[in-house]
T-cell receptor
Framework: EAQVTQNPRYLITVTGKKLTVTCSQN?????MSWYRQDPGLGLRQIYY???????DKGDVPEGYKVSRKEKRNFPLILESPSPNQTSLYFC?????????????FGNGTRLTVT | QQPVQSPQAVILREGEDAVINCSSS?????VHWYRQKHGEAPVFLMI?????EQKGHEKISASFNEKKQQSSLYLTASQLSYSGTYFC????????????FGKGTHLIIQP
């Protein structure tokens, strides 16, 4: 089954404790991206990647890191999480550069930083 | 470079029509529309690529005015299942921002 898999679905952590949210897709998509969703703010892009070893900042990259060492994986790393990073996170992927093809979203990761 | 959506929220009776608008200050390659149910991931509805293009999905259609950088989503004879939050996403010409979403429009359909 074609899908984008995020893990974990729920995560509660403390300020400053490094964490990684994994994202994997099995559709051979070039484009992958991370979004955070907060009430009233919609989906804001954190980072995106057009292909392996190519990553770019989105609208809200501060406090996050990503890597794209393999085509299928695009992990989101929070080196020192803070409470303002409490949010719902979505990973997404699509063909090509994403302009002409739909995004496939993972099921989301609800992160709480205390 | 978030596109601007309006209205922020709409409450309808089942069977009524609604229009959701999306506008950008930049020239666009494409406009995407997605619907999200509470607690779920956004689901793709349609992509509009050219000025004046219209597409349909169930009784939902959309148009894209390339000159004005505006897109509208039309929901006809709304059903209870149409409830949710609708997002437009845009790819800016010459930009390097990927797909950027608006803040969303909350649509509530009442029986």
């Amino acid at each position: 089954e074609a899908q984008v898999t995020q893990n974990p679905r729920y995560l509660i952590t403390v300020t400053g404790k490094k964490l990684t949210v994994t994202c994997s897709q099995n559709m051979n998509h070039e484009y992958m991206s991370w979004y955070r969703q907060d009430p009233g703010l919609g989906l804001r892009q954190i980072y995106y990647s057009m292909n392996v070893e190519v990553t770019d900042k989105g609208d809200v990259p501060e406090g996050y890191k990503v890597s794209r060492k393999e085509k299928r994986n695009f992990p989101l790393i929070l080196e020192s999480p803070s409470p303002n990073q409490t949010s719902l996170y979505f990973c997404a992927s699509t063909l090509g550069q994403g302009v002409y093809s739909p995004l496939h979203f993972g099921n989301g990761t609800r992160l709480t930083v205390t | 470079q978030q596109p601007v959506q309006s209205p922020q929220a709409v409450i309808l009776r089942e069977g009524e029509d609604a229009v959701i608008n999306c506008s950008s200050s930049k020239a666009l390659y494409s406009v995407h529309w997605y619907r999200q149910k509470h607690g779920e991931a956004p689901v793709f509805l349609m992509i509009l690529l050219k000025g004046g293009e219209q597409k349909g999905h169930e009784k939902i259609s959309a148009s894209f005015n390339e000159k004005k950088q505006q897109s509208s989503l039309y929901l006809t004879a709304s059903q209870l299942s149409y409830s949710g939050t609708y997002f437009c996403g845009t790819f800016v010409k010459g930009g390097a921002d990927g797909l950027t979403f608006g803040k969303g429009t909350h649509l509530i359909i009442q029986p």
